[in-house]
């Protein structure tokens, strides 16, 4: 590839970790008055309407293929953000951070076992080990705090493993379709499988709350950015990329939520949570880097 379209990749992951690191603070505030099952459809809902409205046309599918689109809806929105809602509310926010980040651990492994051009290299696994590490300084931020839930901590895991799947399955069907009309098909079918469990809930929704104009802001904000836009740019990253690399950006967004923390809610920032920070750096850097960059007396 060359050099344009991988800095173009490399960027485009950047900006959208930026974002989702960015939708913990957002969510923060919608929490206050949603439950997390409202916060979900309201925000799938607006990225749909938001897609169709960029590109209105309906192109037929293939039935085979809508069964992967509603295994991707149930992976990479529905399963994936209740089991990390509810490991929230049954673990440590430590614990749920921790384990949600091994995701690209994850990832690599499964891209390993079912893909041809993405086996595991050593720059890979040093750079993962690096960024996990540093995603555990910046989560625990000088409060060393571990308390295990084993059904709480599973479904984190669980939460993991869905965006694992979610980006295997991706992998295997983006060249095949338009970008948008593929993001398009994922959040209606996140919106299908989340309906369910919304009305086992059954809790009225308070649209009076959005009076507030900075709850308005943040579902919007949550929907058509954070879920519409930045579910779809993140596709260019992995057709470039591939779903190893793309995915260790997600050792940043601990990050990105610690300083827009410090920043809006003034949490503190402790030295243990600089160096995580310059660790994950390094992780991503590594991980991206040329195969033989950790190999001694060689040159590319």
């Given at each position: 590839?060359?050099?344009?379209?991988?800095?173009?990749?490399?960027?485009?992951?950047?900006?959208?970790?930026?974002?989702?690191?960015?939708?913990?603070?957002?969510?923060?505030?919608?929490?206050?008055?949603?439950?997390?099952?409202?916060?979900?459809?309201?925000?799938?809902?607006?990225?749909?309407?938001v897609l169709v409205l960029i590109k209105p046309k309906?192109?037929?599918?293939?039935?085979?293929?809508?069964?992967?689109f509603i295994l991707m809806g149930l992976t990479g929105?529905?399963?994936?953000?209740?089991?990390?809602?509810?490991?929230?509310?049954?673990?440590?926010?430590?614990?749920?951070?921790?384990?949600?980040?091994?995701?690209?651990?994850?990832?690599?492994?499964?891209?390993?076992?079912?893909?041809?051009?993405?086996?595991?290299?050593?720059?890979?696994?040093?750079?993962?080990?690096?960024?996990?590490?540093?995603?555990?300084?910046?989560?625990?931020?000088?409060?060393?705090?571990?308390?295990?839930?084993?059904?709480?901590?599973?479904?984190?895991f669980l939460s993991a493993l869905s965006w694992a799947?979610?980006?295997?399955?991706?992998?295997?069907?983006?060249?095949?379709?338009?970008?948008?009309?593929?993001?398009?098909?994922?959040?209606?079918?996140?919106?299908?499988?989340?309906?369910?469990?919304?009305?086992?809930?059954?809790?009225?929704?308070?649209?009076?709350?959005?009076?507030?104009?900075?709850?308005?802001?943040?579902?919007?904000?949550?929907?058509?950015?954070?879920?519409?836009?930045?579910?779809?740019?993140?596709?260019?990253?992995?057709?470039?990329?591939?779903?190893?690399?793309?995915?260790?950006?997600?050792?940043?967004?601990?990050?990105?939520?610690?300083?827009?923390?410090?920043?809006?809610?003034?949490?503190?920032?402790?030295?243990?949570?600089?160096?995580?920070?310059?660790?994950?750096?390094?992780?991503?850097?590594?991980?991206?880097?040329?195969?033989?960059?950790?190999?001694?007396?060689?040159?590319?």
């Amino acid at each position: 590839m060359d050099r344009k379209s991988k800095f173009w990749a490399h960027f485009t992951a950047l900006i959208t970790i930026i974002v989702w690191g960015s939708t913990f603070i957002a969510s923060r505030f919608m929490l206050d008055c949603f439950t997390p099952l409202q916060v979900m459809i309201m925000r799938f809902l607006l990225a749909y309407i938001v897609l169709v409205l960029i590109k209105p046309k309906f192109t037929k599918i293939i039935w085979k293929d809508e069964v992967i689109f509603i295994l991707m809806g149930l992976t990479g929105c529905s399963l994936y953000f209740i089991a990390e809602y509810k490991a929230l509310t049954m673990t440590s926010a430590s614990n749920v951070s921790i384990i949600v980040a091994s995701s690209p651990i994850l990832i690599a492994l499964l891209a390993h076992i079912f893909t041809k051009d993405e086996k595991l290299k050593i720059n890979t696994i040093a750079g993962f080990v690096i960024a996990f590490v540093g995603v555990a300084f910046v989560v625990f931020n000088g409060t060393f705090i571990l308390k295990l839930n084993p059904l709480g901590d599973l479904l984190a895991f669980l939460s993991a493993l869905s965006w694992a799947v979610y980006s295997l399955i991706l992998k295997k069907i983006i060249n095949r379709y338009d970008n948008i009309l593929l993001i398009r098909k994922v959040m209606f079918y996140g919106i299908v499988t989340t309906a369910p469990f919304l009305l086992l809930e059954g809790k009225p929704f308070d649209f009076a709350a959005f009076s507030d104009p900075k709850l308005i802001i943040s579902i919007l904000f949550l929907g058509v950015v954070g879920s519409g836009l930045c579910y779809m740019i993140w596709n260019i990253p992995v057709r470039t990329l591939g779903i190893t690399i793309t995915n260790s950006y997600i050792y940043a967004i601990p990050f990105v939520t610690m300083i827009l923390a410090a920043t809006l809610l003034k949490e503190k920032i402790t030295a243990l949570g600089v160096l995580g920070a310059m660790l994950i750096i390094l992780g991503v850097v590594i991980t991206g880097s040329p195969k033989n960059l950790l190999k001694t007396g060689k040159s590319k």
